[in-house]
Structures are given as structure tokens and as C-alpha cells.
């Protein structure tokens, strides 16, 4: 079973080459076969395909980073990662108090599994909500 902490890092370190951008060594930390399912119940097959698609929908964007809970299971290390999301949006307003949980599994030193929810579609759908 993996250690709690050395999951949070993986997690952290992942989540910082994601902002980098830079996919590849996002890449790194996650298993050949992991899954990834972003908002909306996007699959994603790869960390260049979040690039891709958070290319299209943010000019940039970046996570304030929240607090990291965990939990251990039978034969991985689930990690959870909430905080905020901050950026610009393609018609260039600024964002930020966006809410995103992101829900790793973490087995054998590698992310097998990541799920992705954030405020982002609903701000789009109504611009007044991300005016607090």
C-alpha cells in the first residue's frame, strides 16, 4: 500500500507540472493505463488532452491549492485535492473563487485514476455567479 504522504506529494507534484503546463512531466506521475474523467464525464486518455482541453476553454488557468485529504484502501491511497481555480477567460475576463475537488487514486507510486469536477461550466453558463 502506498504511503499517505508520498501520495499527497505525487499528487502535488503532478498538479504543479499540470499548471506548468507541461504535460509531459505531468505524465510521469500517472500509470500507462490510468483513467481520467474530467467535467462533464469527459474522459480524458492522456495529460496533454487536459492541456488541450483547458486550452480551450480558459486563455489560462491555475489552482489555489486547498487541502488534501486521503483515505487508504484495500490496495491504493485515494487523495482528494479542493481548493479554487483562477485565470482568464478566452474573451479575456479575469476568474478566480472557481471551486474545483479533484479525486486521485494513487497505487504503486503512480496515479491510476482521476476525477475532475469544478464551478467552470455553470460560470460560464451564468457569468453573474462568478461575480461574488
Request: aromatic share 12%; glycine share 8%.
Amino acid at each position: 500500500m502506498t504511503d499517505s504522504n508520498a501520495a499527497v506529494q505525487i499528487i502535488r507534484d503532478f498538479l504543479a507540472a499540470s499548471m506548468a503546463p507541461d504535460p509531459v512531466r505531468a505524465a510521469t506521475y500517472m500509470s500507462d493505463d490510468v483513467r481520467i474523467t474530467f467535467t462533464g464525464g469527459r474522459p480524458m486518455p492522456t495529460p496533454t488532452d487536459i492541456t488541450a482541453f483547458n486550452g480551450a476553454r480558459y486563455t489560462w488557468v491555475k489552482k489555489e491549492l486547498g487541502q488534501f485529504d486521503w483515505c487508504e484502501r484495500e490496495d491504493h491511497t485515494v487523495v482528494y485535492s479542493n481548493g479554487t481555480l483562477y485565470g482568464q477567460w478566452p474573451d479575456g475576463r479575469s476568474f478566480s473563487g472557481n471551486r474545483y475537488l479533484d479525486r486521485f487514486e494513487v497505487k504503486a507510486g503512480k496515479i491510476v485514476r482521476m476525477d475532475v469536477w469544478n464551478d467552470s461550466a455553470e460560470w460560464i453558463l451564468a457569468p453573474e455567479i462568478g461575480k461574488a
